[in-house]
């Protein structure tokens, strides 16, 4: 079975810091990762996503995360936040090589910002 | 082009009574997905449909929780009965169906279901 941990319900950087988000997961064969960030009163927008190859992933919005093996993490991160940032994130995995679509979220980061 | 588009954006609805929710997926997507975000549970699959085949229901919470997919576009998710702890944004994503890593979902903007 599939899993993932996001530590930290809440998130809080000034504007201009490092924001780091942490994600890690539990599956038994590499699965396909993804960071979606919810805007309020809005759905999902995917930020960025790793199948394969390149373990650095660069997504939208200057936000990048890196693929660890041997650690089971995919950890969001973004040099320097901004108000806009401020919102909630979900780290999601999907099966590898397989017909079988579903994501598996988990519980969500609110990342908040302040001047 | 249009995203994917859900209505009704609210419902109130007293415990006990039927509701629909209507997803429209994005033109062209086959593959069409339910998902529930609620508190303290987080965002949870219900089903997900994929072209003509047998809709994979395994993430539905009990026998009053139903959805159809007509002509392979629109979906409707109806939930009977209704229950408080049903009360929760529902959203809907859809993608192009691919069973390869460019397969992403894309979600819409969900239901807020109150149940009194």
């Known amino acids: 079975a599939q899993s993932v941990t996001q530590l930290g319900s809440h998130v809080s950087v000034s504007e201009g810091a490092l924001v780091l988000l942490r994600c890690n997961y539990s599956?038994?064969?590499?699965?396909?990762l993804f960071w979606y960030v919810q805007y309020p009163n809005q759905g999902l927008q995917l930020l960025l996503k790793?199948?394969?190859?390149?373990?650095l992933v660069k997504g939208i919005n200057g936000f990048e995360a890196e693929f660890k093996k041997s650690e089971t993490s995919f950890h969001l991160t973004k040099p320097s936040a901004h108000m806009s940032d401020a919102a909630e994130y979900f780290c999601?995995?999907?099966?590898?090589?397989?017909?079988?679509?579903?994501?598996?979220f988990g519980t969500g980061t609110r990342l908040l910002v302040s001047p | 082009g249009a995203g994917v588009s859900q209505s009704p954006s609210n419902k109130v609805t007293e415990k006990g009574k039927d509701v629909e929710l209507r997803c429209d997926p994005i033109s062209g997507h086959t593959a069409l997905y339910w998902y529930r975000q609620s508190l303290g549970q987080g965002l949870e699959f219900l089903i997900y449909f994929q072209g003509n085949s047998a809709p994979d229901k395994s993430g539905l919470p009990s026998d009053r929780f139903s959805a159809e997919r007509t002509g392979g576009s629109v979906s409707t998710l109806t939930i009977q009965r209704t229950q408080q702890e049903d009360s929760a944004v529902y959203l809907c994503a859809s993608s192009l169906g691919l069973a390869q890593s460019t397969d992403t979902q894309y979600f819409g903007p969900g239901t807020r279901l109150t149940v009194l």
């Open positions: 599956s038994s064969v590499p699965p396909y």
């Open positions: 999601a995995v999907r099966r590898l090589n397989t017909g079988f679509q579903k994501l598996v």
């Open positions: 790793y199948t394969t190859g390149a373990t």
